[in-house]
C-alpha cells in the first residue's frame, strides 16, 4: 500500500530555488527516506558546479520533514509555524566530485536520539553512478529566536 | 585594501590576511528561499563563502574529503556584519574556520582534504 504524505511544501520552511526535497518515499519512528534533486538556480552553486557538502543541507531540510512529521503524528505544533536549523554535523564524509546536477538524489536520515525539538541523525545522499555522502547531523525545530541567542 | 570580487551576495567590508570582515547582503541570494519569512544564511552557505575565500587565497589547495566538525551558535541575517577566519593545517590535513559576529561566534568548523 502507498502511504501519501503531505506535500514537502507543508512539512518544512525551505522554499525554491533553496529547497530540494522533492517527494518523500517512506517514513516510520526510525526516519525517514526521501527524494531530491539540486536544480540549475540553486543558490549553492559555486560557478557550474554545487560542491558535494550541499548534500549537508539536503540531509538537513529531511532531518526538519522527519521532525514534522514527527509532531503531526503526535498532533503538536504545526511544522509550518517553526524553522528547521543545523546545531551541528560530525563525521561527514565527502566524494571528490561534485554533487550531480539535476540528478534524483536518494536521501535517507535515520533517527539516533530525540529530545525535545533536538534531534539526532545519521544520513545517507547518493545518486548518479558514484556520488553518495554520509554523516551525522543534529537540528532543532522551533522558532529562531528559541534556538539561537539573537 | 587588496581584495579580490567577493562571492554574489556578500559585501566586502574589510580583510587582514586571512581574517575577513564582510556584510550579508540585503536581498542576497544566498538566503533565497531559506526561509522567505525570516530570511537567514544556511550553515551550508556559510561553509560555501569559506570555500570560496580559502580559493581566492589557495587556488591549488586540495578539494575537502571530509566535514569533521560543524557547530552552530547564532545565525545571519541580511544586513549582518561579521568575520570569517580561516587555516590551513597541512600536518593535520585540515582547514580551520570560524565566523564570528558582535555579538559571538556563529559557526566554527574543521574539513579535512
Known sequence: MTHAYPPIVDLVPHRPPCLMLESIESWAETGLVCRARCRHDSPFRLGSQVPAYVALEIAAQAAAADQALRLRARNRTPAEALQGFLVNAWEVVLPPGALPNDVNLNVRVTLDATAGPLASYGFEVSGGPTFAVSGRLSAMTAAPDRVFPS | ?113
Open chain 2, 1 to 113: 585594501m587588496d581584495c579580490p570580487p567577493i562571492l554574489d551576495g556578500f559585501e566586502i567590508v574589510d580583510r587582514v590576511g586571512e581574517h575577513w570582515n564582510l556584510r550579508l547582503a540585503h536581498g542576497s541570494p544566498r538566503c533565497a528561499g531559506h526561509f522567505p519569512q525570516d530570511p537567514v544564511l544556511s550553515a551550508v552557505g556559510q561553509i560555501q563563502l569559506v570555500d570560496w575565500l580559502r580559493r581566492q587565497a589557495h587556488p591549488e589547495a586540495a578539494t575537502w574529503v571530509a566535514l569533521e566538525d560543524l557547530r552552530c551558535r547564532r545565525v545571519l541575517r541580511p544586513g549582518a556584519e561579521f568575520g570569517v577566519h580561516f587555516a590551513e593545517h597541512p600536518a593535520k590535513r585540515c582547514t580551520s574556520f570560524a565566523i564570528e559576529c558582535a555579538q559571538g561566534e556563529v559557526t566554527r568548523g574543521r574539513m579535512r582534504w
